[in-house]
């Protein structure tokens, strides 16, 4: 019997329908079920003059909407703020992109300014033997490049990973690279 009333009440669209049509139809016994359902707020009920009408919560939606207008006032407000909030969220999004691409082409061409410095440092600073001491690249490098100790030998630890056809590291030195557990303090052009 709820589903007929649920029904019933639907039918009736954004005008309601009477609480006194409802119990005609279906008896005092819906009164209760009528209870129920506001409970649950599948209906609502507003009394207009003398007489009480209900309705499904689309519609009466719809109706006050329609018919009231500070909250169809209220509501344009509602939609405008989300619309702008979406517009916004659209715009964190793209820029947000952006950075990431910003930062990936950053971090691309600091490599390869490190790579590039590196490797003109390691020629400059070759012994007859070709071997050089990380310090003497770190000092060149990182005075040029604005980085830290730490970040150097970061740097140079990957590069030398990436390119053993091209460096040979000896153990050794004070300060390195730590490879298999021993300083590296050396390092040469193959």
């Known amino acids: 019997m709820i589903g007929e009333i649920l029904e019933k009440i639907e039918s009736s669209g954004i005008d309601g329908i009477k609480k006194t049509d409802l119990k005609k139809t279906f008896g005092k016994d819906c009164e209760n079920m009528l209870e129920e359902l506001q409970g649950k707020e599948q209906i609502f009920i507003e009394k207009k003059g003398v007489a009480f009408f209900i309705w499904t919560r689309d519609n009466y939606i719809q109706h006050i909407t329609q018919n009231d207008p500070k909250f169809k006032l209220m509501l344009n407000m509602l939609v405008g703020v989300s619309q702008s909030l979406a517009k916004v969220k659209a715009h964190a999004e793209t820029l947000e992109e952006e950075l990431e691409k910003c930062s990936t082409h950053e971090s691309v061409s600091k490599h ?37 100790k730490d970040k150097f030998y970061q740097m140079a630890s990957t590069l030398i990973e990436n390119h053993r056809d091209r460096y040979e590291i000896s153990s050794g030195g004070q300060e390195g690279i730590v490879m298999r557990g021993l300083v590296h303090g050396y390092v040469r052009n193959i």
């Not at 390869?112 to 003497?136: A, C, H, Q, R, Y």
């Not at 060149?140 to 980085?147: D, F, P």
């Open 112 to 148: 390869d300014d490190f790579e590039g410095m590196f490797n003109s440092s390691l020629n400059e600073s070759s012994t007859s033997i070709g071997w050089v001491p990380f310090t003497k690249i770190r000092e060149k490098v990182c005075e040029t490049q604005n980085l830290s």
